[in-house]
């Protein structure tokens, strides 16, 4: 088995309502497959106001043995949700880092 961490955000980085990115990888060695494992997830909001109920993180690998053993891609897919149910249009206030372990088989 193989392990890569990939990240995404840090401090001072804001995210939209609802984030699609692809964040690319490269594992040490050859794999027939991967597997995205949620490693750390690490949320600030700077107004008080708000009411943030809910954070989706979605992982989805792109990966193909075919054209590469050693390279592909994760998306990672972030919606934030407030207490009402509906997703909230005012995120630039939300920081958000992804910590992801690619697990290469």
């Known amino acids: 088995m193989?392990?890569?961490t990939i990240r995404l955000g840090g401090r001072d980085r804001v995210f939209s309502p609802q984030?699609?990115?692809?964040v690319p990888f490269?594992?040490?060695q050859p794999a027939r497959a991967?597997?995205?494992?949620l490693q750390s997830l690490r949320l600030t909001r700077s107004d008080d106001?708000?009411?943030?109920?809910?954070?989706?993180?979605?992982?989805?690998p792109f990966f193909n043995a075919g054209e590469s053993t050693t390279q592909?891609?994760?998306e990672i897919e972030t919606i934030f949700?407030?207490?009402g149910g509906g997703i909230i249009v005012a995120s630039r206030l939300i920081e958000l880092e992804?910590?992801?372990l690619v697990v290469g088989m």
Request: net charge negative.
């Open 26 to 28: 490269t594992l040490p």
């Open 98 to 100: 992804v910590a992801v």
């Open 49 to 60: 106001d708000m009411h943030l109920q809910d954070v989706q993180v979605r992982l989805i």
């Open 72 to 74: 592909g891609e994760v």
């Open 2 to 4: 193989e392990f890569v």
């Open 81 to 83: 949700i407030d207490d």
């Open 19 to 22: 984030n699609r990115v692809r």
């Open 34 to 37: 991967v597997h995205p494992i």
